[in-house]
Nanobody, 126 residues
């Protein structure tokens, strides 16, 4: 019954911006922790950004996106967002929303994920 649906992907030029959204439904839990992953052809799925709890609410980012991407969540609807600025061709990938069970920065590890969205394609051209 758990469903994660991403939207907002598309094709942009280098330096452009996109905002991805993820709607979650069918998950009964007082608190859920969410993350964004991406996978390019021929590469392993990698964590992009995630929320976790360690002495409070924290955020982890992959080094490759720090300063350019921002993860956020609507406190009312629970919608997850990924604001992507200054996009580069190496950001081209399928982006996935996920619910994870990790604590700490381990939420960037795909092995921490319980549920995946279907993915939304992001393509950045030179």
């Amino acid at each position: 019954q758990v469903q994660l649906v991403e939207s907002g992907g598309g094709s942009v030029q280098t330096g452009g911006s996109l905002r991805l959204s993820c709607e979650v439904s069918g998950y009964t839990s007082s608190t859920i922790y969410m993350a964004w992953f991406r996978q390019a052809p021929g590469k392993e799925r990698e964590g992009v950004a995630c929320f976790y709890t360690w002495f409070g609410r924290r955020v982890a980012y992959a080094d490759s996106v720090k300063g350019r991407f921002t993860i956020s969540q609507d406190n009312v609807k629970g919608t997850l967002y990924l604001q992507m600025n200054s996009l580069k061709p190496e950001d081209t990938a399928m982006y996935y929303c996920a619910i994870h069970r990790a604590n700490g920065g381990g939420c960037l590890d795909a092995n921490s994920v319980r549920d995946w969205g279907q993915g939304t394609q992001v393509t950045v051209s030179s």
